[in-house]
């Protein structure tokens, strides 16, 4: 018996507002959301966060994240939607099962925040250059 929330939902032996399942993600109503329409879309396979997704895993994921966000366009019409999806402790995750927040936006009032001063001074065009060379040489291995 699994101890990870996500999965027990999935599994139906703790409640979930499902809103689309197939056979590899499923999809739910946050239990305590920023807006109308926050839901969670999530692998049915048990991924921790990001790092632990096969590439298969992350392409079935978002293949279903335009029909979702049209559903909720479609349903409220809100004003704008963020996706967002956070990894470890200091990124905000709680929840230890891979999970992207579906969050529509009706105003700028309803406490969501995700903005943040650009490091334009630390992080100058010469810095940000040598940056993008040592990710280039991870991708490259
Ligand atoms: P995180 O901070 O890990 O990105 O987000 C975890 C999300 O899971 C939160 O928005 C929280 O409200 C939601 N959540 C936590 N426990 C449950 C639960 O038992 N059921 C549902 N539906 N959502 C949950
Ligand atoms: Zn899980």
């Avoid at 230890?96 to 995700?114: A, K, L, N, S, V």
């Amino acid at each position: 018996m699994t101890s990870c929330l996500f999965c027990k939902i999935i599994e139906g032996s703790i409640p979930g507002e499902i809103i689309y399942e197939d056979d590899h993600v499923v999809a739910f109503m946050d239990i305590g959301p920023v807006s109308e329409g926050h839901l969670l879309l999530i692998p049915k396979t048990h991924r921790e966060n990001i790092y632990d997704m096969t590439e298969d895993e992350a392409a079935r994921l978002f293949s279903v994240a335009p029909r979702i966000a049209n559903a909720l366009k479609e349903e409220f019409t809100p004003a704008g939607l963020n996706l967002l999806q956070n990894n470890g402790s200091a990124a905000g995750q709680a929840v230890y099962h891979f999970h992207m927040h579906f969050i529509p936006r009706f105003d700028q009032t309803d406490g969501f925040q995700f903005t943040w001063d650009p490091k334009v001074e630390e992080l100058p065009q010469d810095r940000i250059r040598q940056i993008a060379e040592g990710i280039r040489s991870k991708l490259q291995n």
